[in-house]
């Protein structure tokens, strides 16, 4: 089982939050360094969101 896959089944459920969780640390990346990897940044925020499920914090949530 990888790393991923692990990291998928703890937060089965809690998708939103990392994605919220993502976007945070991006900004604080991005504070950090001026914005100076904020292209970088960005790209990585957008990978880890979906490799964990999180949406785009701009995105509705899909009804349950």
Known sequence: M???DRLR???KGHEGQAGK???KAG???DERTQGKYRGQVDTAQD???E???GQD???EQPPR
């Open 9 to 11: 089944g703890l937060l």
């Open 57 to 59: 914090p701009g995105q």
């Open 2 to 4: 990888s790393m991923m």
């Open 51 to 53: 490799q964990l499920g």
């Open 21 to 23: 969780g993502v976007e």
């Open 27 to 29: 900004d604080y990346v």
């Open 47 to 49: 990978k880890l969101r």
